[in-house]
């Protein structure tokens, strides 16, 4: 047999038969381009990343804790006594504002990404809630753009940041509603 | 149209890898919904005042006055408390104190405060400020309070008929936003 074969392993799985002489070079260039595109994509759907909430054990008791939508329910709260829910800390700020805060635990793992060694994570206000103030860690949240809470998180620890709502003492009584949306980005 | 076909095919390559996952961001997402129901409330504290004794518990709703071994005539009397005989009937004992109201979570512009004996003493006098403070009924000492730190007097008089020994009681105090 005049024809040549040669075989050119590709990655780990592709495996890809080329002729020598009857094969233009051109199309050796779209088969390899649609060979590295192929394998791309392959590879692609294996990595992800999952991001789970958990109750904290110093925190409150979260709704949903072990799934990627959580709740956090304190209640019926006062500034000035009133019962504050278990693993909550709430503390007055002169006449000014007074505070709800819990620690809540944050788990990231990844599968698939192998070169990523750590990752981001940023948290936005669903609706506007400029009346209070809402941190996650040390990053004020806003629904104006996402904030970011951490640049380097650690995959697969359980990671406590401090949830904090802070309410000022104009504020009218009512009902407070809103949704952190939390995304993480593998580094 | 080979060529055409050809090229078709490269650009459909370039595409798929350069739009391909691997090039793009890996990333989950989730979210944490936060309900709270505020509700409005009062705080009212006792901080010793700095003309007034020391009192036990400043700064907290539980204070306490102590006015330790005092007599009509002669002995010590306390830091910051004046002692008066009233001719050969009574004598009285009288401080100031602090109280301190706020108001969060409500558009209050001001506050009613009454004060209440928990034990009935029917042979010694209680006072704050004008106002005579029983046990059978609350007293109200203002209407119309301003919130933030007022100085009331508590004056307690003894008739001279009264045997020697301690005298304890209680005085609830109750503040309410308009």
């Known amino acids: 047999m005049k024809e040549q074969l040669r075989q050119n392993r590709i990655g780990h799985d592709a495996t890809v038969l080329l002729s020598s002489h009857k094969m233009p070079k051109h199309l050796w260039i779209i088969a390899m381009v649609l060979a590295l595109a192929l394998l791309s994509v392959a590879s692609a759907t294996a990595a992800s990343l999952t991001l789970t909430f958990r109750t904290?054990?110093?925190?409150?008791?979260?709704?949903?804790?072990?799934?990627?939508?959580?709740t956090i329910?304190?209640?019926?709260?006062?500034?000035?006594?009133?019962?504050?829910?278990?693993?909550?800390?709430?503390?007055?700020?002169?006449?000014?504002?007074?505070?709800?805060?819990?620690?809540?635990?944050?788990?990231?793992?990844?599968?698939?990404?192998?070169?990523?060694?750590?990752?981001?994570?940023?948290?936005?206000?669903?609706?506007?809630?400029?009346?209070?103030?809402?941190?996650?860690?040390?990053?004020?949240?806003?629904?104006?753009?996402?904030?970011?809470?951490?640049?380097?998180?650690?995959y697969g620890s359980k990671t406590a940041y401090t949830f904090s709502l802070t309410i000022p003492f104009s504020a009218a009584a009512g009902t407070v509603n809103n949704t952190l949306d939390i995304i993480v980005t593998a580094n | 149209m080979k060529l055409k076909l050809l090229a078709g095919l490269t650009i459909l390559g370039f595409a798929t890898l350069v739009s391909s996952p691997v090039f793009a961001a890996t990333t989950a997402s989730g979210t944490v919904a936060v309900t709270a129901t505020v509700a409005s409330s009062v705080s009212l504290t006792f901080v010793?005042?700095?003309?007034?004794?020391?009192?036990?518990?400043?700064?907290?709703?539980?204070?306490?006055?102590?006015?330790?071994?005092?007599?009509?005539?002669?002995?010590?009397?306390?830091?910051?408390?004046?002692?008066?005989?009233?001719?050969?009937?009574?004598?009285?004992?009288?401080?100031?104190?602090d109280v301190v109201v706020e108001v969060a979570n409500q558009v209050s512009p001001s506050y009613t405060l009454t004060a209440q004996l928990a034990i009935a003493d029917a042979v010694d006098t209680w006072k704050i400020g004008a106002s005579t403070i029983t046990s059978a009924s609350a007293t109200s000492l203002t209407a119309a309070g301003t919130y933030g730190t007022t100085a009331y007097t508590l004056g307690l008089t003894i008739p001279f008929t009264k045997a020697a020994g301690a005298i304890n009681n209680t005085i609830n105090f109750v503040a309410t936003a308009n």
């Open chain 2, 48 to 97: 010793s005042d700095p003309a007034g004794i020391a009192l036990g518990g400043t700064g907290t709703s539980a204070a306490t006055i102590a006015f330790g071994n005092v007599q009509a005539y002669g002995g010590v009397v306390p830091a910051n408390v004046t002692k008066t005989v009233t001719g050969v009937v009574s004598w009285t004992l009288s401080t100031p104190f």
């Open chain 1, 73 to 154: 329910n304190f209640g019926s709260v006062h500034a000035y006594g009133g019962v504050v829910p278990a693993g909550v800390t709430k503390s007055v700020n002169g006449t000014t504002t007074w505070t709800l805060s819990t620690p809540i635990e944050v788990k990231v793992t990844k599968t698939g990404l192998g070169t990523s060694v750590n990752y981001t994570m940023t948290a936005q206000l669903q609706s506007s809630g400029l009346t209070y103030t809402w941190k996650l860690g040390s990053a004020t949240l806003t629904s104006a753009f996402p904030a970011m809470v951490t640049a380097a998180g650690v």
């Open chain 1, 56 to 70: 904290d054990p110093s925190g409150i008791a979260l709704g949903g804790s072990g799934t990627a939508a959580a």
